[in-house]
T-cell receptor, first 115, second 113 residues
Framework: DTAVSQTPKYLVTQMGNDKSIKCEQN?????MYWYKQDSKKFLKIMFS???????INETVPNRFSPKSPDKAHLNLHINSLELGDSAVYFC??????????????FGPGTRLTVT | DQQVKQNSPSLSVQEGRISILNCDYT??????FLWYKKYPAEGPTFLIS?????DKNEDGRFTVFLNKSAKHLSLHIVPSQPGDSAVYFC????????????FGKGTKLSVKP
C-alpha cells in the first residue's frame, strides 16, 4: 500500500492557468507538508498543516494555497501559473510529536511544467 | 543563505568499499539531523537520523557521525552496494516537534560493480 500518494505525477499547463495537485496519506499522521524542488535541486518547505491548521507558512506567493479537507489529505492549489512555478512538488507527512516525529514520509512527487 | 550544505554534488565508489557522504550546517539550534535517499522519479525516503545530543548512530551498513563543534555530519555506508546508487540528502530540523526540515542540495552516489 502506498503511504503517501500524489496525483497527478506529471502536469503540463500554460501560463495563467489554475491547477491543483492532490495528496493523500494513509499513515494516520497528523501533520502534512508541501515541498518544492526547483531546478537547482533544493527541497524547500512551502507549507505544513497540523490538524487542519496551518502551522508554518513560508514566504511563498499567495497564488499558492493549501487546502486540507481532512487529516489524510492536503491539496495544493496554484492560481495564475508562472514559468517559475515549474518544479517538482513533494507532499510529505509526519507524526506531530513523540518518537520519530522528525521523520517525514514523502510522496513520489508531481513534476509541474508551465509553458 | 544555505543553512545545510552538501558540497560534493557527486561521489563514485567501488562496490564493497566505504562511501562517505558529508554535510555541514550553520545553525546550532538544529535538534535532529536526518539522511534521506532518493531514487529518480521517486520521493525521498528516510534512511537514518541522529539527535544533536549524540555523536554516532548506527543502523546496519549505515552509520551517521555528528561533530557538533565542527557543525559537520557524515554518513558512512559499509560495504557499498550497487543498489545504494541514489541521491542522498542531508536534512536538519529546527523548531522542535512541529518544526521544519531544511535540506541540503544532495550528493549523487554511484556505486560501481
Amino acid at each position: 500500500d502506498t503511504a503517501v500518494s500524489q496525483t497527478p505525477k506529471y502536469l503540463v499547463t500554460q501560463m495563467g492557468n489554475d491547477k491543483s495537485i492532490k495528496c493523500e496519506q494513509n499513515l494516520g499522521h497528523d501533520t502534512m507538508y508541501w515541498y518544492k524542488q526547483d531546478s537547482k535541486k533544493f527541497l524547500k518547505i512551502m507549507f505544513s498543516y497540523n490538524n487542519k491548521e496551518l502551522i508554518i507558512n513560508e514566504t511563498v506567493p499567495n497564488r499558492f494555497s493549501p487546502k486540507s479537507p481532512d487529516k489524510a489529505h492536503l491539496n495544493l492549489h496554484i492560481n495564475s501559473l508562472e514559468l517559475g512555478d515549474s518544479a517538482v512538488y513533494f507532499c510529505a507527512s509526519s507524526r506531530p510529536s513523540g518518537p520519530s516525529s522528525y521523520e517525514q514520509y514523502f510522496g513520489p512527487g508531481t513534476r509541474l511544467t508551465v509553458t | 543563505d544555505q543553512q545545510v550544505k552538501q558540497n560534493s554534488p557527486s561521489l563514485s565508489v567501488q562496490e564493497g568499499r566505504i562511501s562517505i557522504l558529508n554535510c555541514d550546517y550553520t545553525n546550532s539550534m538544529f535538534d535532529y539531523f536526518l539522511w534521506y535517499k532518493k531514487y529518480p522519479a521517486e520521493g525521498p525516503t528516510f534512511l537514518i537520523s541522529i539527535s544533536s545530543i549524540k555523536d554516532k548512530n548506527e543502523d546496519g551498513r549505515f552509520t551517521v557521525f555528528l561533530n557538533k563543534s565542527a557543525k559537520h555530519l557524515s554518513l558512512h555506508i559499509v560495504p557499498s552496494q550497487p543498489g545504494d546508487s541514489a541521491v542522498y540528502f542531508c536534512a536538519a530540523r529546527y523548531g522542535g516537534s512541529q518544526g521544519n526540515l531544511i535540506f541540503g542540495k544532495g550528493t549523487k552516489l554511484s556505486v560501481k560493480p
